[in-house]
């Protein structure tokens, strides 16, 4: 079950006309693909997501101990050219923490949104030396630390085609990029155990 489609960048309600699913307004941003999310976090619904998408979904694997998925949102259908998975759990360094993985199509905003930038692409900010790298269903990916505000960090690089972004909170739960951080593709396999938790609250970007 999905909940009315939002702004992909400031979260804002849509409108979106009967038997158009591609396209939303949104009365800041105009134009945008709708961004769709789960009511609840249920493997069907994962599953359902990653059947048809055309970005990655992407989660930790293995899985940080204590962690577990909160939230899966997407943006246009059918045929997701955006897709969140939000997952939450110990920080490294004491406390209780939270992680968004975006992958999307250039042009979305959805990252942007998240990290709480302006625009839709990361443009200059992805050049000179990565700041750290992950694995990717396999494929080194080198990720840029962007500028962004305390209660965050964020990071971004490219992945089988299309931006992947990480977003945490606080900022210091980043400590989970220097523990070499391998990403699973959920449109590979959806395995049965994948820890699910309480819905976040965070899928809703510009928060």
């Known amino acids: 079950m999905s909940v009315s489609p939002v702004c992909p960048r400031c979260g804002e309600a849509l409108t979106v006309r009967p038997g158009v699913t591609g396209e939303g307004w949104c009365h800041v941003h105009a134009a945008v693909t709708p961004l769709h999310h789960t009511a609840v976090v249920a493997h069907d619904a994962i599953s359902a997501v990653c059947a048809d998408a055309r970005v990655p979904a992407w989660v930790p694997d293995p899985m940080p101990r204590g962690w577990a998925v909160t939230g899966l949102a997407w943006g246009g259908e059918p045929g997701a050219r955006a897709i969140v998975v939000a997952c939450a759990g110990p920080a ?75 977003v945490t909170w606080p900022a210091s739960a980043a400590w989970l990029l220097a523990e070499d951080l391998a990403l699973l593709d959920l449109r590979d396999r959806v395995y049965p155990d994948l820890p699910l938790g309480p819905m976040t609250d965070r899928l809703l970007p510009g928060r």
Do not use: F
């Open 92 to 166: 490294p360094l004491g406390g209780s923490a939270e992680l968004v993985l975006v992958a999307e199509e250039p042009g979305t905003g959805l990252g942007c949104g998240y990290a709480g930038l302006p625009g839709v692409d990361p443009g200059d900010l992805v050049g000179g030396p990565s700041t750290v790298a992950v694995e990717a269903a396999g494929q080194r990916v080198p990720l840029w630390l962007v500028p962004v505000g305390e209660d965050r960090a964020a990071y971004v690089g490219e992945a089988h085609g299309v931006w992947l972004w990480l």
